[in-house]
């Protein structure tokens, strides 16, 4: 009998889903995808086929129960009415944090539950929402497994020195360090590019994930050697409302003299900054690309400036560079940004093909680069499906 696995990504007020059929041989293959929005306000639920094509939509009439288990339980129903004869095994989650604790997916128990609590504190804007989705579903549907992937597993194996901060011990031994996240996308990356170049065999690579959060990995050999995201995702890369690397003084700077406390920092550096706050335009680079503003053209700019200098600094972390690849939203789709970053990296022998570039295709260097570049989509969800596989099969992490 075929099986199918639901994935969640959990937000604070939308909960993504997808639903693989799973027969067992290859990957399991993506059947619907959607989600529920306005988790908290007026819920919307929209699905859609694996073509994207819409298969249905549901608004709430008020005074209907509208909290999470009602809505996980509503749309655990809807899925299992169109599973046609294949049967739902597990739902495997998205969750930002598991810590120096887990290093793989785990498949979730109470005790394991209580572990992930433990971690808020280190991921406070997305950890309770990830968990509130699995204590929901543990409510409704008590028999289902349930897996944990978390965005930080990937990086677990670093080199020591890329999960250190230079401040006293003890905060370290608390978990004041770097972790790194994105991890689920690397990993899908670092699966899929020997499938498209089999000849860069264990090389040195260097992936740009740039969403609406943005991150850098040096990949050596399929492990993660080094990150630019940090103790939070707030690290690296100046994001689409995010600031990214920033002084630490500038904080201390922000308390003394603007009275700033940390509610007020976080709105700042994690909803005002990024690109939005350079440009004061907007935090979507399609729109800052079209904008004739010049500190719309800034945003972009530095945006691209940071990306080439995190190259650097992360061939550094391995030793070198053998390929180079652009993923998610911008990554993907974003020609000018890439144009851009490769003319920053012609020091390093990169030539970018332009009509490749204009065309997204895959490989979109010129035969002359020194280095190869590559444009692949990421797949977190698909991930997250073959991790929760796995997990079922008996090769999950050991609970604490
Ligand atoms: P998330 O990090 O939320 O998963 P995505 O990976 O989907 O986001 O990336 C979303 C971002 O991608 C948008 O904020 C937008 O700036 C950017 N984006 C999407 N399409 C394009 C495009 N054609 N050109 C430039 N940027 C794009």
């Not at 604070?12 to 799973?22: E, G, I, L, Q, W």
């Not at 904080?251 to 440009?279: P, W």
């Not at 940004?337 to 010129?366: C, H, M, P």
């Not at 590559?374 to 079922?392: F, G, K, Q, S």
């Amino acid at each position: 009998m075929p099986k199918a696995i639901l994935v969640i990504n959990a937000g604070s007020s939308s909960s993504k889903f997808s639903v693989f059929r799973d027969s067992g041989q290859g990957d399991p293959a993506m059947i619907i995808t959607g989600q529920i929005s306005g988790i908290g306000t007026e819920p919307v639920f929209e699905a859609k086929d694996a073509q994207r094509r819409p298969l249905a939509s549901k608004s709430w009439a008020f005074g209907e129960p509208t909290d999470r288990k009602s809505l996980l339980s509503f749309l655990l129903d809807w899925i299992t009415e169109r599973l046609e004869g294949a049967t739902l095994v597990a739902a495997g989650h998205r969750v930002v944090h598991g810590g120096l604790l887990y290093s793989a997916p785990v498949l979730l128990t109470p005790a394991v539950l209580d572990a992930l609590e433990g971690l808020v504190p280190l991921a406070p804007l997305h950890q309770p929402h990830n968990l509130a989705a699995i204590r929901a579903l543990a409510e409704s549907h008590p028999d289902l497994p349930q897996v944990a992937c978390f965005d930080t597993a990937f990086h677990r194996g670093q080199p020591w020195q890329a999960g250190m901060f230079a401040i006293p011990r003890e905060l370290m031994d608390e978990g004041v360090r770097r972790y790194g996240f994105h991890g689920l996308s690397y990993e899908y990356i670092a699966r899929r590019l020997p499938e498209i170049a089999p000849e860069l065999g264990d090389s040195r690579v260097v992936v740009a994930h740039l969403g609406s959060g943005a991150s850098m990995c040096a990949i050596h050999g399929g492990r993660s050697m080094d990150s630019t995201m940090g103790f939070t995702a707030l690290d690296g890369l100046p994001m689409g409302t995010r600031c990214g690397n920033i002084d630490p003084g500038v904080l201390i700077y922000l308390m003394r003299q603007k009275g700033m406390d940390a509610g007020a920092l976080e709105k700042l550096l994690y909803n005002k900054s990024g690109l939005l706050g350079v440009s004061g335009v907007s935090n979507d680079m399609r729109v800052l690309l079209d904008s004739a503003d010049p500190h719309a053209e800034e945003a972009v700019e530095l945006f691209c400036f940071r990306i080439a200098k995190e190259t650097g600094a992360l061939a550094s972390s391995m030793g070198g560079i053998d390929a180079l690849v652009f993923t998610a939203g911008i990554g993907e789709r974003s020609s000018p940004v890439r144009t851009r970053v490769g003319d920053k990296l012609a020091w390093l022998g990169v030539r970018i093909d332009e009509a490749a570039n204009a065309a997204n295709a895959t490989l979109i260097s010129t035969p002359d680069s020194r280095i190869p570049v590559y444009v692949i989509p990421t797949d977190e969800e698909r991930m997250i499906a073959l991790h929760t596989r796995n997990a079922l099969a008996g090769n999950a992490f050991p609970p604490p």
